[in-house]
Antibody, heavy 118, light 108 residues
């Protein structure tokens, strides 16, 4: 079945850009909606945005001005860029998929902790 | 944005007990609700979608019900592996998709 793995720096300085990549294995990247979701330490889940396999995107309005999600179908990867980060962006970042629909999330990556600190 | 509210925040139960978790939406979401289970250090795991449809591989002791604004997740007989945090998530009105703050099920 499809498996996801996040990768990227675990430490980012304030005001810089957070960049993460999710690699898809065990299946096709097609017909999925690929999302990023984050979870601050000890807190709940926040949906950041998605990209469809055809390239269409949708972002959380609260983050829209700072977020870009892109897709590389040849590498079977999708990526998150979050600009102008602050300590409030410290979180575990998950990538997740929705097959044929963007509504619920399955599967998920294992998550990667990104700390915003100088 | 639809706000999802879960109650209680923490539930202390003994293995074998029946457990009922609640999730309320700030406006009607029909049956556009999913439930997830999250264990420490792990990603959330999809349990339920369309309020009452179990995801693949989810044991029958998990059941979901509700529509409109009130939803419940029931675990008929709590097993040791069920101690975790449970989240509800709406997908009726988006963006954004929104989650509840979670209910922690802990050992009594």
């Amino acid at each position: 079945q499809v498996q996801l793995q996040e990768s990227g720096p675990g430490l980012v300085k304030p005001s810089e850009t957070l960049s993460l990549t999710c690699t898809v294995s065990g299946g096709s990247i097609s017909r999925y909606y690929w999302s990023w979701i984050r979870q601050p330490p000890g807190k709940g889940l926040e949906w950041i945005g998605y990209i469809y396999y055809s390239g269409g995107t949708n972002y959380n309005p609260s983050l829209k001005s700072r977020v870009t999600i892109s897709l590389d179908t040849a590498k079977k990867q999708f990526s998150l860029r979050l600009s102008s980060v602050t300590a409030a962006d410290t979180a575990v970042y998950y990538c997740a998929g929705g097959y044929y629909q963007p509504n619920w999330f399955d599967p998920w990556g294992q998550g990667t902790l990104v700390t915003i600190s100088s | 944005e639809i706000v999802m509210t879960q109650s209680p925040a923490t539930l202390s139960v003994s293995p074998g007990e029946r457990v009922t978790l609640s999730c309320r939406a700030s406006q009607s979401i029909s049956n556009n609700l999913a439930w997830y289970q999250q264990k420490p250090g792990q990603a959330p795991r999809l349990l339920m979608y369309a309020a009452s449809t179990r995801a693949a591989g989810i044991p029958a002791r998990f059941s979901g019900s509700g529509s409109g604004t009130e939803f419940t997740l029931t675990i008929s007989s709590l097993q040791s592996e069920d101690f975790a945090v449970y989240y509800c998530q709406q997908y009726s009105n988006w963006p954004p998709w929104t989650f509840g703050q979670g209910t922690k099920v802990e050992i009594k």
